[in-house]
C-alpha cells in the first residue's frame, strides 16, 4: 500500500513538473511572437517614415545624419535575430550606442541653433508636425531600443557571449561602427555647420563639441547598458 502512495505521489510531482514546462515554454513562445511583432512594428514605422520624410523633402533631408542613422536603425529592426546572429552582432552596437549619440548631439544641435528644426523644415510645414517629426526621428529610436533589449536581452546576451573577450569587437560595438558610418557621412555631407545653420559657434567648434559629445554617449550607453546587461 505504501508503495502504491509513492508511486501516486510520483504521478502526481511528475505530472505538476510536466504542467510548469508547459506553461514556461507557451510563455516562451507568447514573448517571441511579442517580440517578433514589436520589431516588425518598429520596422515599419521606421521605413515608412524614411519613404514619407525623403518624399515630402524632395531627397533633401537625405545629407542629413539624422537620415542616415534612421537608416542604421531600420536596417537593425528588420533583422530576424534567431536567425541572423551575425548580422545582429554588426548593427545592434552602432545602432544602440548611435541612437544615445545621436539624441545628445541633437540636444547640442538645438543649444546651437534653437531655430534648426524651422530653418530645415519645407516652407507651410505645421509648427506640431515639425516638433513631431523632431521628436520622433531622434527620441523614438532610444525607446525603440529600450523596449527591444528587455524583449530580447537572452537572445542578445547570448550572441554577444560568443564574442565578449575580443576588445575589437566591443570597440566596433561602443564607438567603431556608428562613428564610422559619421565620418563617411562626414566625407559626403563636407560642412556640419551649414547643414543645420549654426552661427553660435564656429564651424570647426561645433564638429569638435558635436563629436566629443557623441563619443561620450556611445561610451556611456555601451558601459552603462550594453555592458552590464548583455557581455558581464
Not at 29 to 54: G, K, M, P, Q, W
Not at 101 to 118: D, G, H, K, R, V
Not at 149 to 161: A, V
Not at 213 to 225: P, T
Amino acid at each position: 500500500q505504501n508503495i502504491a502512495k509513492d508511486r501516486n505521489k510520483i504521478r502526481m510531482n511528475s505530472s505538476t513538473t510536466d504542467d510548469k514546462h508547459a506553461k514556461f515554454d507557451a510563455q516562451e513562445h507568447e514573448n517571441r511572437r511579442i517580440s517578433l511583432s514589436t520589431r516588425r512594428l518598429f520596422f515599419y514605422a521606421f521605413f515608412a517614415s524614411l519613404l514619407a520624410d525623403a518624399y515630402v523633402s524632395k531627397a533633401d533631408v537625405l545629407n542629413h545624419l539624422t537620415l542616415w542613422s534612421f537608416t542604421l536603425h531600420t536596417l537593425y529592426f528588420e533583422l530576424h535575430l534567431p536567425s541572423s546572429p551575425v548580422l545582429a552582432m554588426v548593427f545592434h552596437g552602432p545602432s544602440f550606442c548611435g541612437a544615445h549619440a545621436l539624441f545628445s548631439m541633437y540636444i547640442w544641435t538645438l543649444i546651437a541653433n534653437p531655430q534648426m528644426e524651422f530653418d530645415l523644415a519645407p516652407e507651410g510645414r505645421a509648427t506640431w508636425l515639425i516638433y513631431a517629426r523632431g521628436v520622433w526621428l531622434h527620441l523614438a529610436p532610444v525607446i525603440c531600443h529600450w523596449v527591444d533589449l528587455s524583449f530580447n536581452r537572452p537572445i542578445l546576451r547570448n550572441f554577444y557571449g560568443k564574442y565578449a573577450s575580443s576588445k575589437l569587437f566591443q570597440f566596433w560595438t561602443c564607438l567603431g561602427g556608428y562613428f564610422a558610418m559619421g565620418l563617411t557621412w562626414e566625407q559626403f555631407n563636407g560642412d556640419a555647420a551649414g547643414t543645420y545653420n549654426v552661427t553660435f559657434v564656429s564651424p570647426d567648434q561645433f564638429v569638435m563639441i558635436s563629436k566629443a559629445i557623441g563619443v561620450v554617449a556611445c561610451v556611456i550607453s555601451f558601459l552603462k547598458m550594453i555592458k552590464p546587461k548583455l557581455i558581464d
